[in-house]
């Protein structure tokens, strides 16, 4: 069979683990991007892995995040042997905290929902949390209405896993190029025929949207609508001497990721604030009091660097991800929200199946394209 050439539009975590997924079997493939490759919301993410168990998983959206955690172990294997690049891929744990009734509330029920799912998961009391991680002491001694850890969380550094994947892609032949705007299509009798870009057309047998929080400004022009809207996520990052604590620290939608280097990250707003990427005094204001309440050490610690990125969210909570409706050859895998680091490898691997022919492993129906 001749090799299926593959056009990718857009070159965050979800287009590139597509081109080095597909090209690892066999297709040949060009990825755009209309600006740097892996510079939006996928660099500007935080990399957390919360745990999952591909065993009792039965509903598609926790067999897609219990799929990409197992693949996200081995391809941190695979992208340093292939690329030398170590994409800091850590089983670092993580504690989950309330300091208020209503939080403790909904952790007990996180909690259950986890044991049911048969992933590890253990309550601790204030003494405990003090000390796995002394940096907490005091708020564990004053504060703490409840405290789980889930020593199977994981995080990678997402800005060199990027790098990896890119450069892996390069080794597999895929032809990348930046700066380059899909700015439309040209379909005949239900078949994508080329992407029009600022620099001309391109042709493909099989084409892709993976545009983050943009693409639904391309589906649209197929008359496709999708519930696909930019998330702002406000992120700050602190540098101290050394890891003040080792574990990933969440408190409801908020949490504080240590780096092997010293730095920790504290994330994140979620804004409606259409494709506005700036940070804002609020935001930012509110993420170091957290830190600081949290972790004393950080009162100390200097703020390095703030960014806010666009999450692609969606109406319901799930991605799209398959066959555009109408169009043989052209699929879209989007709206990845808050999960689209974690969720990449294992969208990857069940569209490359769906790509090439293939039953994907997992029931996609739910995540159909063009459902509004
Ligand atoms: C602050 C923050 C924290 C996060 N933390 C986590 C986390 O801890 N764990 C996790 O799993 N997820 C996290 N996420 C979510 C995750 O980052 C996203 O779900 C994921 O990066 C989406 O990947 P993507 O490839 O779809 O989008 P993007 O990374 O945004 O990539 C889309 C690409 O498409 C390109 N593009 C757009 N339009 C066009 C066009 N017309 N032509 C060509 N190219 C185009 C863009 O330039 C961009 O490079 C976080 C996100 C943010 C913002």
């Not at 995080?155 to 990348?176: F, K, S, T, Y």
Request: proline share 5%; aromatic share 6%.
């Amino acid at each position: 069979m001749a090799k299926l050439d593959c056009l990718i539009v857009g070159g965050g975590v979800i287009g590139l683990s597509l081109a080095y997924e597909l090209a690892n079997h066999g297709a040949t493939v060009q990825l755009i991007d209309r600006g740097s490759i892996g510079r939006e919301a996928s660099w500007a993410g935080a990399g957390i892995l919360p745990p999952a168990n591909l065993a009792t998983a039965i509903d598609p959206l926790d067999r897609l995040r219990a799929l990409s955690h197992q693949l996200h172990r081995e391809w941190a294997v695979r992208l340093r042997e292939e690329t030398g690049i170590d994409n800091g891929y850590r089983e670092c744990g993580g504690l989950y905290l309330a300091r208020s009734a209503g939080e403790a509330a909904s952790l007990h029920a996180f909690a259950q929902m986890l044991r049911e799912l048969e992933i590890e998961i253990e309550r601790l009391s204030p003494v405990e949390v003090a000390e796995l991680e002394p940096a907490l002491r005091e708020v564990a001694t004053g504060q703490l209405k409840a405290a789980y850890s889930l020593p199977r969380e994981a995080q990678l550094r997402n800005p060199d896993h990027l790098r990896a994947l890119h450069l892996a892609c390069e080794r597999r032949g895929v032809q990348i190029r930046a700066d380059r705007e899909a700015t439309g299509f040209e379909c005949s009798n239900g078949r994508m025929t080329a992407v029009r870009t600022d620099a001309g057309l391109l042709h493909a047998d099989r084409y892709c949207i993976t545009s983050g929080a943009w693409s639904q400004r391309l589906l649209k022009q197929l008359g496709i609508a999708t519930g696909i809207m930019p998330i702002r996520g406000q992120m700050v990052m602190f540098k101290c001497e050394t890891p003040p604590f080792r574990r990933i620290l969440n408190e409801g939608p908020r949490y504080l990721v240590p780096r092997d280097d010293g730095r920790v990250l504290v994330g994140s707003t979620e804004e409606e604030a259409g494709f506005d990427k700036s940070t804002t005094d609020q935001g930012v204001g509110e993420l170091v009091a957290l830190a600081r309440q949290l972790v004393p050490a950080l009162r100390d610690a200097s703020i390095e660097n703030s960014w806010a990125g666009l999450r692609p969210g969606t109406f319901d909570g799930f991605p799209y991800i398959g066959r555009m409706p109408g169009l043989d050859n052209a699929y879209a895998a989007a709206g990845h929200h808050r999960s689209g680091l974690h969720m990449s490898p294992g969208t990857a691997v069940v569209l490359r199946q769906l790509i090439l022919g293939d039953e994907p492993e997992i029931d996609l129906s739910l995540f159909r394209v063009g459902r509004g």
